[in-house]
T-cell receptor
Framework: GESVGLHLPTLSVQEGDNSIINCAYS??????FIWYKQESGKGPQFIID?????DKRQGQRVTVLLNKTVKHLSLQIAATQPGDSAVYFC??????????FGKGTHLIIQP | SAVISQKPSRDICQRGTSLTIQCQVD?????MFWYRQQPGQSLTLIAT?????????ESGFVIDKFPISRPNLTFSTLTVSNMSPEDSSIYLC??????????FGQGTRLTVV
């Protein structure tokens, strides 16, 4: 993991709007990427994953985009709901060496 | 998916003492890992718990401080030894199969006073 400051970046969106959370990863050799959601007092919860041979993958209300050229990953959440409020982490790796987590983004849904 | 249970969920410990955290998975898994998450920060990998052999530690983490056991494919422990206030953190167990999503326990919130 990376060394980060005490305060996570915050993204505030209106309920019902779409949100986009971005992540830059460091290892160009990584071939597996995951987005996790972490609510207060809980462990990270798997949202969606993508392998390096893809550039887009869709789930229920979520889409992950992978740009290997610039080592960038994004998570799009459609029609955000209050229950989407949480901290979102991207992670790379997933093999025998464990996961390297990004800094995290705190998503706040405004009513 | 795998369900991961950690015990204790939280504890307050005196400096200089040790705490052992248990992680139980409801199915056999190849990979088990331990992470630390300091308040307001991201997760940092401590070590890979290897079944039947010594754990593999990341840079900055050593076996004397964080001894790990993994006696079988469903269970692991992490001990935080000779604790100081700087060890106050959330400790998370993770498990899964290679190159697939890793599942997490709910974490152990440790406060050292």
């Amino acid at each position: 993991g990376e060394s980060v400051g005490l305060h996570l970046p915050t993204l505030s969106v209106q309920e019902g709007d779409n949100s986009i959370i971005n992540c830059a990863y460091s290892n160009s050799a990584s071939d597996y990427f995951i987005w996790y959601k972490q609510e207060s007092g809980k462990g990270p919860q798997f949202i969606i994953d993508i392998r390096s041979n893809m550039d887009k993958r869709q789930g229920q209300r979520v889409t992950v985009l992978l740009n290997k050229t610039v080592k960038h990953l994004s998570l799009q959440i459609a029609a955000t709901q209050p229950g989407d409020s949480a901290v979102y982490f991207c992670a790379e790796g997933g093999g025998a060496d464990g996961l390297t987590f990004g800094k995290g983004t705190h998503l706040i849904i405004q009513p | 998916s795998a369900v991961i249970s950690q015990k204790p969920s939280r504890d307050i410990c005196q400096r200089g003492t040790s705490l052992t955290i248990q992680c139980q998975v409801d199915s056999q898994v190849t990979m088990m890992f331990w992470y630390r998450q300091q308040p307001g920060q991201s997760l940092t990998l401590i070590a890979t718990a290897n079944q039947g052999s010594e754990a593999t530690y990341e840079s900055g983490f050593v076996i004397d401080k964080f001894p790990i056991s993994r006696p079988n494919l469903t269970f692991s422990t992490l001990t935080v030894s000779n604790m100081s206030p700087e060890d106050s953190s959330i400790y998370l167990c993770s498990a899964g199969q290679p190159a697939t999503e890793a599942f997490f326990g709910q974490g152990t919130r440790l406060t050292v006073v």
